[in-house]
């Protein structure tokens, strides 16, 4: 299988990592802003095609899908032309920053019906995936899901404290992993969401802080918290109170409440969370299915989104 790459940052990086360990995958094409820093992705991962333009890209015989990483605001626009171009796709996420353009991805993959995922990576995380399965078992039931979501970005950079050409966004982005987690873990609708947000940045024109509260109709309850400003360890920390124990999952690791670990090595084939997201998508196009985290299954976290910011106007 022949993929393109959109968008060769940090996060690029990672797919390109993990891309290398699946079998029979190919990355035949490059696109990034620049040719400079396009060029020297792919000379690093040999990559044979580089360009600035998508559409150049669409248009080879030889690409079968496409991975987006490019900025938040591009997503639903070029995962229309992947499709368009009759090309599987999936993009990073977010899948939009507005519910009516994460509608209009959902309208064209049914229209085309290829394959269409979102890189929801915690479904993926072996942490995660460990507690799924107990729930599934009905060894679990979540009573509640405390999470933090931390970084310290008063300047806009990247992971890579690399400066960015777009604005990140506290919710459509950094929200949409918990409240779509939260909804895959519970197997539930969320039917009461509410949010506040502190003052905006001056320049960059995004709220710093926010804190989100979600409950489902049998009365699961998720409390988030997401800050810029945090000073302190970064990432986000998913705390699952359960009725039957406490686990604290910090990315692809898994702890008891009492910080006692516990061994997700064996979950899947890998423990890289990115790595085994691209392994989906790719089996997905392969199997002829559709994938975990396709546009259809996160589109309901996205209207919660929705729900969330029109909420806080």
Request: aromatic share 6%; glycine share 8%.
């Amino acid at each position: 299988m022949k993929l393109a790459l959109a968008g060769a940052g940090a996060f690029g990086e990672k797919h390109l990592d993990g891309l290398k360990k699946i079998d029979g995958v190919e990355v035949v094409s490059l696109v990034d802003r620049t040719q400079e820093k396009g060029r020297e992705i792919a000379e690093k991962y040999g990559i044979g095609h580089v360009t600035t333009d998508l559409d150049e890209t669409l248009a080879r015989d030889d690409v079968d899908a496409v991975i987006l990483c490019t900025p938040t605001q591009m997503h639903a626009a070029q995962a229309i032309a992947c499709m368009e171009a009759g090309k599987h796709v999936e993009v990073e996420i977010p899948l939009a920053d507005s519910w009516a353009d994460a509608q209009a991805v959902m309208a064209k993959q049914k229209e085309t019906g290829l394959v269409c995922m979102v890189g929801h990576t915690r479904r993926f995380n072996p942490s995660h995936q460990w507690v799924h399965n107990k729930i599934k078992a009905g060894d679990l039931s979540i009573q509640q899901m405390d999470v933090q979501t931390f970084f310290f970005r008063r300047t806009n950079t990247n992971a890579k404290g690399e400066p960015r050409s777009w604005t990140d966004h506290l919710l459509w982005h950094h929200a949409a992993h918990t409240v779509d987690l939260f909804q895959y873990q519970t197997g539930e609708a969320v039917t009461v969401a509410q949010a506040v947000e502190g003052p905006p940045h001056p320049e960059l024109g995004i709220a710093m802080d926010m804190s989100i509260q979600l409950k489902t109709e049998s009365g699961k309850i998720c409390t988030l918290s997401l800050s810029f400003n945090n000073d302190g360890p970064l990432g986000t920390f998913f705390r699952y109170i359960c009725d039957n124990g406490t686990y604290i999952a910090r990315y692809d690791d898994l702890v008891t409440g009492r910080e006692e670990a516990i061994d997700v090595s064996d979950v899947d084939v890998s423990m890289n969370g990115i790595e085994l997201q691209d392994r989906e998508f790719v089996a997905a196009i392969r199997e002829g299915r559709e994938p975990n985290s396709s546009v259809a299954k996160v589109l309901p976290c996205y209207e919660t989104l929705y729900r969330l910011e029109e909420g806080m106007k």
